[in-house]
């Protein structure tokens, strides 16, 4: 049974400026049951019972209690939904930044946060993935494009690292070169004293070093060294680094051109002395397609080793057709064969100083292994000898009669190949007019005989003809 309270009819106020609406009895009484208490005798009591008191006196007051501020039953459904629109606003704003942000930009800075973190793995702990991101963020430093070709800028990803410095600090730039990927230094010579040095300071993006050491007092301008001015992440990539890398690009390089001119049919017998001295010459060039090779009657710019791809060999047989119109009407070709992977071209003409027979033309792009004509006349007289001996002409010889055969073939294989493209809509014309075949008698007779049999054999100017009177409106039927 709870002890009784007692209520108070005048306001009262503790030292906290709250009201006291009572005092409760059962705290007034646990309040005098403290031992060490003494009524009235303050000196009496002991110094744990009267703090105790002190801590504790607060209890017998009665205050009113806290009511939290609530909305009215009869106005719930009137609660305003305000406060959470800004956060629906925020969110749309955020959403529509990020898709106003170009999303490049996003991919760029997670390829590049991507990259750093390869980078400072070993070179030889990095996945492919990690070298394919290296080589991604690469790409996008004008200064390493210009400087290093595909096949370096594409194994460099293997051999460089990313190095930490604090402010403060010299990076001394003669062992290697330097791309500043976070901060920014100020880069010093040797030609001047350090004081009398007024260079701009570099950031992200800049560059110090070589790739190579400099072999001449001239390249000793040459950044030597830099001064961090805050804390800096610097890719490097060290001059051994760079010259291995070069010597197995070169290596990889002779072993492909070695093995381009082995493929071909006429060097499959060949002695390595002879292929090696072909390899050092050989230049790798890409052909768009339908550009001219060679051109007949003359002789051939280049000895060519197809790689990849594929060209037509072409014959000029015009006057041979029709010697009347071979002035002023236009150079017919005939299609006398193709050259593809591991065939070659060239070798006999310029050793001979003989014209060519043919004309080559690439049917595709084409990617090949070539060697001009100075070169090829520079090699030794076995080379040379050896050659004339296992190359032939690329044409060979073709008689006059084979010529005139190909030429009727292809011409007829044209011709069949239009009257296919008007044989066909004129199959849809006859299946619309069988439909009202009644109305147009005369144009149906005329549609079935020339969709007959004996159509095939019209020359193709006569089916042209016909087709088109059976596509006119103003055809009477």
């Not at 051994?240 to 890398?245: D, N, P, T, V």
């Not at 084979?402 to 493209?421: F, G, L, P, T, V």
Request: charged letters at 20%.
């Amino acid at each position: 049974m709870p002890l009784p309270t007692a209520s108070l009819s005048t306001q009262l106020l503790d030292i906290d400026g709250q009201r006291i609406i009572g005092i409760n009895y059962s705290q007034l009484r646990a309040l005098c049951r403290i031992s060490g208490l003494r009524d009235g005798d303050i000196s009496g009591s002991s110094e744990e019972a009267h703090e105790e008191f002190m801590n504790s006196y607060q209890r017998i007051f009665l205050r009113p209690k806290k009511t939290m501020p609530a909305i009215p039953l009869g106005q719930v459904g009137n609660i305003s939904h305000a406060p959470q629109r800004p956060k629906a606003i925020e969110s749309q704003t955020y959403q529509k930044r990020n898709r106003s942000q170009p999303r490049g930009k996003q991919t760029q800075e997670m390829l590049f946060n991507h990259a750093i973190k390869a980078l400072k793995k070993i070179p030889i702990e990095r996945s492919q993935q990690d070298l394919q991101a290296i080589h991604k963020m690469l790409k996008m430093f004008p200064c390493l494009t210009t400087q290093l070709a595909k096949p370096e800028l594409h194994k460099v990803s293997s051999i460089a690292i990313i190095e930490t410095w604090d402010r403060g600090q010299i990076v001394f730039g003669h062992n290697g070169f330097f791309l500043i990927l976070k901060g920014s230094v100020k880069p010093y010579t040797h030609e001047a004293p350090k004081e009398d040095q007024k260079t701009p300071a570099i950031g992200v993006g800049g560059i110090f070093g070589s790739f190579e050491p400099p072999h001449s007092e001239a390249n000793s301008i040459i950044t030597q060294y830099a001064l961090t001015l805050e804390p800096c992440e610097i890719l490097k990539i060290s001059h051994s680094g760079y010259a291995k890398l070069k010597k197995e690009i070169l290596a990889q390089d002779y072993a492909m051109k070695e093995s381009l001119i082995q493929g071909c049919q006429y060097y499959l017998d060949w002695p390595k002395l002879s292929i090696d001295h072909l390899a050092k010459l050989i230049q790798l060039k890409t052909f768009p397609a339908n550009q001219v090779l060679v051109k007949e009657g003359k002789v051939c710019s280049f000895v060519a080793y197809i790689r990849e791809g594929e060209c037509t060999i072409l014959q000029d047989i015009g006057s041979l057709i029709n010697p009347a119109k071979k002035k002023g009407g236009g150079i017919k070709f005939v299609v006398v064969g193709k050259l593809g992977c591991l065939e070659s071209f060239g070798e006999v003409s310029i050793l001979e100083e003989q014209p060519s027979p043919c004309t080559i033309v690439t049917a595709t792009e084409v990617q090949a292994g070539i060697i001009p004509p100075e070169a090829l006349r520079g090699l030794d007289s076995v080379t040379i000898s050896l050659m004339l001996q296992t190359a032939q002409p690329t044409c060979g010889k073709i008689s006059q009669e084979e010529i005139n055969k190909k030429y009727m073939r292809q011409e007829k294989s044209k011709e069949w190949d239009h009257i296919k493209a008007v044989h066909c809509p004129l199959r849809i014309l006859q299946a619309s007019i069988n439909v009202h075949d009644a109305n147009f008698p005369s144009l149906t007779h005329l549609s079935q005989m020339v969709l007959g049999s004996d159509f095939l054999s019209l020359p193709f100017s006569l089916s042209l003809s016909l087709s088109l009177s059976l596509l006119s409106p103003s055809n009477p039927g």
